[in-house]
């Protein structure tokens, strides 16, 4: 099979390797071998993924802590009360994008612009239609029928909104309506007032990830020869570096004995905003004095390598409803049906089921984002909570904060990410939530949801003070799973660890394509951006 499990063979050359099969890593290793640029060796760490968790939508928060997830966590944040975030990070096929939310939002024109990327337009007239109808056929699971004119991204991953959006949830538009959003049916980009129900990433009710799409590619689709080769958990160590070239890999395999391959042309790393730059640093490439205090013989002094992380950080606004028919932790026998036979129902929701885009005059200097969910942000599923909860998450799209990815090795020899995002560390972040929080609470409390909610809970009645609710902010602030920027790219090398090709500075037949290469953040949920860049990459590689 060209593309079967633990096909990777140490005897082989291949023309590509492929370090992570996420969300970026399958796209692009799918895009070379459809046009028969292989063999391409594909390493992934994780497993294939199939489990429920990465299907129904509602369970993704159900993957966190298990082994489908890094099971990162931040350092002690100053700027959260010396809080330690959990980071969730997908370890698996599909990667993060097997375990986040599914909400498609590509990045705003101007985000696409500030990175010198073409415009979406462009790209959408690059995707014939003849690529769109065969990701219709192939992405919609056997048992239910296709539906005509689905919305196709640019990566041939199928889109849908909500299939049965909670009514709170119409509650929410209405009011978004009067926040000055203007409402879109299929929101799929990131436009300044605007708000919708989220387009997700699936097809019939059931997540489709760049790594479902590439463990279902038909035979065919690789036709005459074999060009796709993969193994799962499986990890890569470190990038085998002679001459300023990188040759090959060195990975781990699950009965811990260690391998090595190498690549004719090119190794293309695709581990995401950590798995990227620690893998660099794990092989001597970064910023020397980081490398040395880990005790890491420098290879390519390269400064920007794990500096300038970047995430969203969000803060939910939590009512107490009137009704107890929010979203439900258990699921009834008819709730399983509806799910089971038409895709709907509760099982269906993504949690997050609508959003809306904000640009407030009160903060002209950047622009936020709500997400909407019919539960309590920071309980839901986890902790049995009556059903009487609903959240508006606020996140400042475009923070200052600047954060790093350092390495160290633990007492039994392994190599683990100090992760640090330094969250609220700029005055501005913070002062921008303390300018947006009031005025949002006051807009909600007068508007159409006021049928749904009874009570603020949080920040609630008693955070009368700025200092109270500085203090709420830094007590109850999350990371919406959103890091980028480790690698970014940049014409030197002095911030900058990938040029406008996506090739490393200073080293040849090495490439970074994943979220890590983003200078900064999208006004938007990650993962497009993620997809963009897959893309972005395989069009320079189309003629190699
Ligand atoms: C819980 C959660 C919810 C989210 N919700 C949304 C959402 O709703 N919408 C949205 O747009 N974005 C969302 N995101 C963010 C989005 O999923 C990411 O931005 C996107 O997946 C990043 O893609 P990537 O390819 O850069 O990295 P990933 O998808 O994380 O892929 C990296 C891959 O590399 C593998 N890897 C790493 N290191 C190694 C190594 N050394 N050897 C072998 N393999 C390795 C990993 O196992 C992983 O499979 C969410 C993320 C999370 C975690």
Redesign the pocket.
């Known amino acids: 099979m060209p593309c079967s499990a633990d096909s990777v063979s140490t005897s082989e050359r291949y023309r590509f390797i492929i370090?992570?099969?996420?969300?970026?890593?399958c796209l692009l290793a799918r895009l070379l071998a459809e046009r028969g640029q292989g063999p391409i060796a594909l390493?992934?760490?994780?497993g294939d993924g199939r489990d429920v968790r990465c299907v129904v939508p509602n369970f993704?928060p159900r993957t966190?802590g298990s082994c489908l997830d890094?099971n990162y966590r931040t350092t002690p944040q100053t700027g959260l009360l010396n809080r330690a975030l959990p980071w969730?990070?997908?370890?698996?096929?599909?990667?993060?994008?097997a375990?986040?939310?599914?909400?498609?939002?590509q990045p705003a024109q101007a985000d696409l612009q500030r990175w010198g990327f073409p415009t979406i337009d462009r790209v959408a007239e690059e995707c014939s239609v003849g690529a769109l109808s065969s990701a219709n056929a192939t992405a919609a699971p056997p048992s239910l029928p296709a539906t005509d004119g689905r919305q196709c991204t640019f990566s041939q991953l199928p889109l849908e909104p909500v299939r049965q959006p909670h009514p709170w949830t119409q509650q929410f538009l209405d009011a978004s309506k009067q926040l000055g959003c203007t409402q879109h049916n299929r929101w799929t980009q990131s436009t300044p007032n605007t708000s919708g129900i989220f387009t997700l990433t699936q097809a019939h009710g059931r997540r489709v990830h760049t790594g479902l799409q590439l463990l279902e590619s038909a035979q065919e689709t690789f036709a005459p020869e074999p060009q796709l080769y993969r193994s799962t958990q499986?990890?890569?160590?470190r990038i085998l570096l002679e001459a300023g070239r990188a040759r090959g890999v060195e990975?781990v395999d699950r009965d811990a004995r260690v391998h090595r391959i190498f690549a004719e042309q090119e190794v293309i790393l695709?581990?995401?905003?950590i798995?990227s730059p620690?893998?660099l640093m794990q092989s001597g490439v970064g910023p020397e004095e980081q490398l040395r205090e880990a005790g890491i013989l420098c290879q390519q002094a390269l400064p920007g390598v794990g500096k300038n992380l970047q995430d969203h950080l969000v803060y939910p606004i939590i009512f107490r409803t009137r009704e107890s028919q929010g979203l439900p932790r258990r699921f009834s026998l008819a709730q399983r049906d509806a799910y089971r036979q038409r895709g709907d129902g509760p099982l269906a929701s993504n949690i997050a089921e609508a959003g809306a885009l904000l640009n407030v005059p009160e903060v002209a200097a950047t622009q936020f984002q709500i997400h909407f969910t019919p539960s309590h942000y920071l309980k839901y599923p986890a902790t049995p909570t009556e059903n009487h909860f609903c959240s508006l998450a606020i996140t400042d799209l475009h923070p200052a904060s600047r954060g790093t990815i350092r390495p160290y090795r633990t007492a039994n020899g392994a190599w683990l990410p100090r992760v640090d995002p330094n969250y609220l560390s700029s005055p501005q972040d913070v002062s921008h939530y303390m300018a947006i929080l009031p005025w949002l609470t006051a807009a909600i409390a007068s508007g159409p949801l006021n049928k749904v909610v009874q009570v603020e809970v949080l920040p609630g009645p008693r955070c009368t003070t700025a200092r109270k609710l500085e203090k709420s902010l830094r007590m109850f602030a999350q990371t919406i799973?959103?890091p980028v920027g480790t690698c970014r790219f940049g014409n030197s090398d002095v911030d900058g660890v990938v040029d406008g090709e996506f090739r490393v500075h200073g080293i040849s037949g090495l490439r970074i394509a994943?979220?890590?290469v983003l200078p900064d953040l999208p006004a938007?949920?990650?993962?497009?951006s993620?997809l963009w860049v897959a893309w972005q990459c395989a069009e320079r590689l189309r003629d190699r």
């Not at 499986?234 to 160590?237: A, F, I, K, R, T």
């Not at 938007?524 to 497009?528: E, Q, V």
Request: hydrophobic residues 45%.
């Open positions: 370090v992570g099969g996420g969300s970026a890593g390493l992934e760490a994780g993704y966190f890094w969730p990070r997908g370890k698996v096929i599909g990667g993060s994008g375990i986040n939310a599914l909400i498609y939002l499986v990890q890569v160590e990975f695709c581990g995401g905003a798995g620690m893998l799973f959103h994943d979220a890590s938007a949920n990650t993962n497009a993620a």
